[in-house]
């Protein structure tokens, strides 16, 4: 039976024939079981669904309605926390992942919320337009970007959610509604980083331009200099970003500007693939029994990419970088007034760790980003300019390493800089703490509270964090570290 054969409502549907229309889009228990890309959070829902067309998904709340459970939408579970966990419904948008319209005149797309981006720049290759801008990995859907502010790196660019044109939503009553910065705009601003709680994103209209080129170059300086010169350096090019090694207080320089060069891709197979990928996990391997020889590979991954490299290629090539290997990690957005103390102050902490013979043995680099200010409500770079500072520990081929005490310590010194979690990344901030970084966290409230008075998109993430329902954090992990 196809979507536009079905006419009746789903209220008016049996509850014997509604189990018998979702069966096919019902994942078997005995694989109803999920895992984050990092390896780092598991669940196993009620129930997953991966419904393949816009009538399944009403089909879905409505059961969900019926049996008094939540509905969690999930995509690729690239978020490195509980964020899409769930012990009731899941709604797997994978199958949702068509591009609906493409505007080259008007340089805008109309994409499904599963969409992944590397498919979607495909799509918009063969229209020769591209997205403004980009996060570190293309291998995540364009809807949880959206719904959680996913964010590239340039003084001048915001979060990818400033690019959403318009959103196409199903409620939590059955009711499908556009909104955009003309029409509903207090949904429409609660949804462009609403964490999924405020409803079901069907498409997206994102604003695109004609496709580029970008030509990145990249050369080590110390931190110092970084630190001291760093208003100069992040608006010497239009994307800026840096990667900092703790164990050699050396920081790679990236400048990537739009050019119409020739491609000219950066690195090599034996120096990026087999050296900095395959060997560095194997030494982190052994630095779990080892854990002082994390400091000798952190200053032998900084060797591997100390020389100036220039390369030219397309902009989601130069954008995406190599995230290497299931993670922990977290990142929080400090004003950029405090970033410099902030840095200043982490570096700090890091040094007395690495000259203790019995101290953290930190991963690395440190990810250093900038986005412009916005004023999407949970934006972290809502009113401000921002830095990103960004922190991972590997799980090499999987297996767990040390990370709490780091990233404790991490915490502390962002939250005395006024800093904001990254939405996708597990925190520890709620409510009362929200508030008082947030001028629109109540404002997001009302909106969720009027458009889903029943909670039925409230998972344990957004009961947590944005209710304050006393929740554990760790609830979804599988063992303790």
């Known amino acids: 039976m196809t979507e536009k054969g079905l006419t009746a409502r789903p209220s008016d549907i049996p509850l014997r024939n509604l189990y018998n229309l979702l069966e096919p889009i ?20 009620h129930a997953i669904f991966e419904p393949e067309n816009e009538f399944q998904c009403e089909l879905i709340l409505e059961l969900a309605r019926r049996e008094g459970k939540t509905v969690r939408v999930a995509g690729v579970g690239h978020s490195p926390s509980d964020l899409a966990c769930t012990t009731e419904f899941m709604l797997r948008t994978t199958k949702l992942n068509r591009v609906l319209e493409v505007n080259t005149e008007k340089r805008y797309v109309v994409a499904q919320s599963g969409i992944i981006l590397n498919d979607l720049h495909a799509q918009l290759a063969k229209n020769n337009l591209a997205m ?12 949880g970007v959206v719904t959680t502010a996913t964010h590239g790196s340039g003084v001048n660019y915001g979060v990818i959610s400033t690019n959403v044109m318009a959103l196409s939503l199903l409620l939590a009553d059955g009711s499908r509604i556009t909104c955009s910065r003309n029409e509903h705009a207090d949904l429409f601003l609660a949804s462009i980083c609403g964490l999924g709680a405020t409803g079901i994103i069907l498409s997206i209209q994102l604003e695109v331009e004609p496709a580029f080129r970008l030509k990145e170059s990249q050369k080590p300086l110390p931190f110092d200099d970084v630190v001291r010169d760093m208003d100069k350096l992040i608006h010497s090019a239009e994307h800026v970003r840096f990667w900092w090694f703790p164990t050699t207080d050396t920081v790679i320089y990236s400048q990537a500007n739009r050019t119409d060069e020739p491609k000219k891709p950066a690195g090599s197979w034996w120096w990026h693939s087999f050296l900095g990928y395959h060997v560095i996990q194997f030494l982190l391997f052994i630095a779990r029994y080892i854990s002082v020889l994390n400091l000798w590979i952190g200053t032998f ?23 290497r290997y299931p993670q922990h990690t977290t990142e929080w957005a400090v004003p950029y007034e405090n970033a ?19 101290g953290i043995r930190p991963h690395f680099p440190v990810e250093i980003r900038f986005s412009a200010a916005d004023d999407i409500w949970l934006s972290p770079s809502y009113g401000q300019l921002t830095c990103w500072i960004g922190i991972v520990q590997y799980k ?10 780091l990233f404790q310590a991490y915490e502390d010194i962002v939250v005395r800089h006024r800093g904001r979690p990254h939405w996708a990344k597990a ?12 001028p629109h966290f109540n404002d997001f409230r009302r909106v969720i509270d009027r458009v889903d008075p029943d909670g039925v998109f409230r998972n344990e993430y957004v009961q947590r964090h944005i209710m304050g329902q006393p929740i554990d954090p760790r609830v979804f992990k599988q063992r303790r570290t």
């Open 427 to 438: 925190h520890r901030l709620q409510p009362d703490g929200l508030q008082k970084l947030y």
């Open 26 to 45: 019902t994942v078997p228990s005995e694989r109803a079981r999920f895992t984050n890309w990092g390896r780092t959070f598991t669940c196993t829902p």
């Open 132 to 143: 403004m801008n980009l996060g570190s990995i293309s291998e995540q859907t364009l809807g």
């Open 396 to 405: 090499p081929y999987g297996f767990n390493v040390p990370y709490r005490k």
């Open 340 to 358: 410099q103390a902030c840095l200043r102050e982490f570096h700090d902490y890091l040094q007395k760790e690495i000259q203790n013979p019995h």
């Open 301 to 323: 991954a900084c060797w591997l990419v100390k020389g100036d490299t220039v390369g030219v290629d397309d902009s989601y090539k130069i954008f995406n970088v190599d995230c």
